[in-house]
């Protein structure tokens, strides 16, 4: 499955083709993360906060395609992706282990997936460098076999979105 989750609304056709879901997190309700591993201890796999992210995570999980699409906030997500990624919490369980001398999390039936991530904003050359170093680390934990890093304006975010969805079909 592919899977695109965006910050903000798109007017894509993209969404619309075969095995292709595209999830506007602007028009949900995600609560914060409360730190409570409620998802590790209490009910593994799910977690506590019943809201619109127990919707989204599993999808994340299962897809082996995936886009982020995000505005660049200080070298890292805007608030409703950095929530969202927050609130998949449950697709890791709290063991950990070594990836290239680093502990990560083991993922909990997380497909291996091809990642795209898209930055997109009036984003400086240090928040540049910042945000692919957070990439680098989170695609560890994330199971992403491959990824790309893409900085884009908000005004030409849709072409370059629509160009990736259709570089996955070839």
């Not at 809201?51 to 805007?78: C, F, H, L, T």
């Not at 502990?103 to 540049?128: F, L, M, P």
Request: charge should be neutral.
């Amino acid at each position: 499955m592919r899977l695109i989750v965006s910050d903000r609304p798109l007017n894509l056709d993209v969404c619309k083709l075969a095995h292709t879901e595209c999830i506007d997190l602007s028009k949900l309700k995600i609560a914060n993360c409360i730190g409570c591993f409620g998802c590790w201890v209490k009910t593994p796999g799910r977690c506590v906060i019943r809201d619109d992210a127990v919707q989204v995570y599993p999808r994340i999980a299962e897809s082996n395609q995936v886009m982020y699409i995000s505005k660049v906030k200080y070298g890292s997500y805007d608030s409703p992706m950095k929530t969202m990624l927050e609130r998949s919490l449950p697709i890791q369980q709290a063991f950990i282990r070594l990836v290239d001398g680093e502990t990560h999390h083991i993922q909990r039936n997380v497909t291996s997936k091809q990642a795209v991530i898209i930055g997109y904003g009036d984003i400086s050359d240090e928040e540049k460098a910042v945000f692919c170093q957070l990439i680098a680390r989170n695609a560890k934990n994330m199971q992403f076999e491959n990824y790309r890093v893409i900085f884009t304006t908000e005004d030409a975010l849709e072409e370059a979105v629509q160009n990736e969805v259709l570089a996955w079909g070839k």
